[in-house]
């Protein structure tokens, strides 16, 4: 059986689609198995949990007993997908955890597959931190986001050379829609009878990509 996928969507940068991500993700997990568990490490409003609530719960890493019963709920092989949209606040404390405690090493003694999506940005602090994370992370557990909407433009060199995940920029005027807190992204699937617009081909693009990165994560492991 494959194992239990944990989707960690991070940055150490505010305002860089990481919340957007971590909703399309969820939607997508809950729209093809049925279930999905979400978990909201971030401060500001609007987050994770304002927009999918049934699916989501809050978390924290300021201390001890917030780290552990974070990954007492993550790290277990119950065949439910689960999706952390790590807030940039806690990024240092999550990755200084994780090394701490051997969180790859655990996951896959547990039948856990930790993969990380670094969502990129051109500053400073965003290229500290993927090198950080790509001297810690594995390869096949490291997949750098391009978010078309906050990189205009190539990605950093130092940032193209491994996996890569692509998401498409929208139009100011589509983003404005999609970020209202009563949007789904699987309901205007289904609600929306043309398959042509601009929103539904984005949805179904983003869908499709996920997708792929399952297979290639079953393929890994095979």
Not at 31 to 52: M, R
Not at 64 to 71: A, E
Not at 99 to 123: C, M, N, S, W, Y
Not at 151 to 170: D, K, N, T, V
Request: charged residues 25%; proline residues 5%.
């Amino acid at each position: 059986m494959p194992a239990t996928p944990v989707y960690i969507i991070c940055s150490p940068r505010p305002q860089v689609g990481k919340t957007l991500l971590a909703r399309l993700l969820a939607e997508f997990l809950l729209l093809k198995n049925g279930n999905v568990a979400a978990f909201d490490v971030n401060l500001k409003e609007p987050s994770l949990l304002d927009y999918l609530p049934k699916v989501t719960e809050t978390a924290d890493v300021i201390d001890t007993y917030g780290k552990m019963q974070l990954m007492d709920r993550v790290i277990v092989d119950d065949g439910v997908a689960k999706v952390i949209d790590l807030g940039y606040h806690a990024f240092d404390e999550f990755f200084k955890m994780a090394d701490e405690i051997g969180l790859l090493k655990e996951a896959a003694r547990r039948h856990v597959a930790p993969q990380i999506l670094f969502v990129a940005d051109t500053d400073r602090a965003s290229a500290r931190a993927h090198e950080m994370l790509r001297e810690r992370i594995p390869r096949m557990n490291l997949i750098t986001v391009d978010n078309e909407y906050v990189i205009r433009g190539e990605l950093p060199a130092a940032m193209a050379g491994g996996r890569l995940f692509r998401l498409p920029a929208l139009p100011g005027f589509l983003k404005t829609y999609v970020d209202r807190l009563n949007f789904s992204f699987t309901g205007y699937l289904r609600q929306e009878k043309d398959a042509s617009t601009e929103l539904h081909q984005w949805i179904r693009r983003n869908y499709f990509a996920f997708r792929e990165l399952e297979l290639s994560l079953i393929l890994q492991r095979s």
